[in-house]
């Protein structure tokens, strides 16, 4: 019997909670047990204790490794499991219990403080859960490369499974375009969003534009997002929006110039084929996974460079052939990828296992 582990979907789904939802129901032919608080997708349940969810902050995250190590492996056993499948890198430590995981990033391992909580837990107790694996899901190929950087793992221990878009909900609309450049994410500090307030402060001095930044924020690095468009005279240029439900992010994604998204680093970078699939402009990061899942389909930019930045937002609002051929080559690009190709790569690593 195959058993899922749903214990950090969010009643307010984001990038990891909407892959496990989107990813299950194609495993319906394997009969899956799932392990959830929340019944967000059909199927067969065993319920299990809330707030251990996203939205519970670090208490959450505490006592969902508690009760991952000490509680699930009991569930298993009760259940009759003969595999689990976790789709984020926890699992229960020095069970005789077999795992699959999915490994969505190492981000924190190149831009977290050397003695944050965060950086301590993927470098010890992420990398103990993947060494003990028995098989591992990547969401890029770019994953999958930095796992054998940072822990050697031989490429036969990885699959590659490229995420997908929600094609019911991002969808090309016939709306005006606006006056807004878009990011859409949370505000953290690799997500490079002073260079990009720098980079709209040189386009934006004598045009009537708008940086809209969707996601949640940050206390300390948003605070420095504002005062950083204060000094460049752009603050009410600037709009900090915080998570906007389904039934917006459409109309916004598609009224906007373009998706600006020049991080750091990102294992998938979700939001830029988001953008592709509503035919809006996109300008992303020339490095990590976002040059692989944008191919051609966007502008891509040094994301160290605020000219690059700049220049390429600048393009893309005067230009209206430039914007005309991002529009088609993002749709076709777009429709390469699939929520049902993504869910018949995880059945056929699987099975493998079961």
């Known amino acids: ?51 251990m969810g996203p939205e519970y902050g670090a208490k959450g995250h505490i006592k969902r490794l508690a009760w991952t190590q000490y509680v699930l492996p009991k569930i298993c056993e009760r259940l009759g499991s003969g595999l689990l ?68 793992f031989h490429e036969s221990k990885m699959t590659v499974t490229p ?13 005006p375009t606006k006056n807004y450049f878009l990011y859409v994410g949370r ?6 969003l002073i260079r990009l307030v720098e980079a709209f402060a040189k386009v934006a001095m004598h045009q009537d534009y708008e940086l809209w930044l969707v996601g949640s924020q940050h206390r300390q690095y948003s605070a420095n997002i504002h005062q950083r468009a204060d000094e460049l005279a752009v603050s009410k240029k600037v709009k900090l929006i915080d998570y906007l439900p389904d039934s917006q992010i459409n109309e916004v994604v598609n009224q906007a110039i373009a998706l600006v998204f020049p991080s750091l680093w990102e294992g998938f970078g979700l939001p830029v084929l988001e953008a592709m699939a509503c035919g809006t402009p996109v300008i992303t990061s020339n490095i990590s996974a976002l040059s ?14 605020v000219d690059e930045i700049a220049d390429a937002m600048r393009m893309v609002a005067t230009d209206s052939r430039l914007r005309d051929r991002l529009r088609e080559t993002g749709l076709e690009r777009s429709r390469q990828f699939s929520w049902e190709k993504t869910g018949k790569k995880t059945v056929e690593a699987l099975q493998r296992f079961i």
Request: proline share 8%.
């Open 292 to 305: 692989e899942v944008a191919g051609d389909a966007a502008i891509l930019v040094n994301p160290y460079s």
């Open 187 to 192: 505000h953290d500090i690799h997500k490079n």
């Open 85 to 152: 499948f976790s789709p984020i890198p926890e699992a229960p430590l020095g069970s005789q219990l077999r795992y699959v995981v999915t490994a969505h990033d190492l981000i924190p391992l190149r831009f977290s403080p050397r003695a944050s909580r965060l950086r301590l837990y993927f470098r010890y107790y992420v990398g103990s859960v993947l060494k003990s694996a028995d098989h591992i899901l990547c969401n890029s190929q770019s994953t999958a490369t930095e796992l054998t950087n940072f822990y050697g």
């Open 1 to 51: 019997m195959l058993v899922v582990n749903l214990s950090h979907v969010s009643s307010k789904p984001t990038g990891l909670s909407n892959y496990a939802t989107n990813v299950v129901p194609y495993m319906h032919d394997l009969r899956p047990t799932l392990l959830s608080s929340l019944q967000t997708v059909q199927g067969q349940y065993y319920p299990i204790p809330v707030g």
């Open 163 to 175: 995420l997908a878009h929600n094609d019911s909900l991002f969808t090309p609309l016939s709306l």
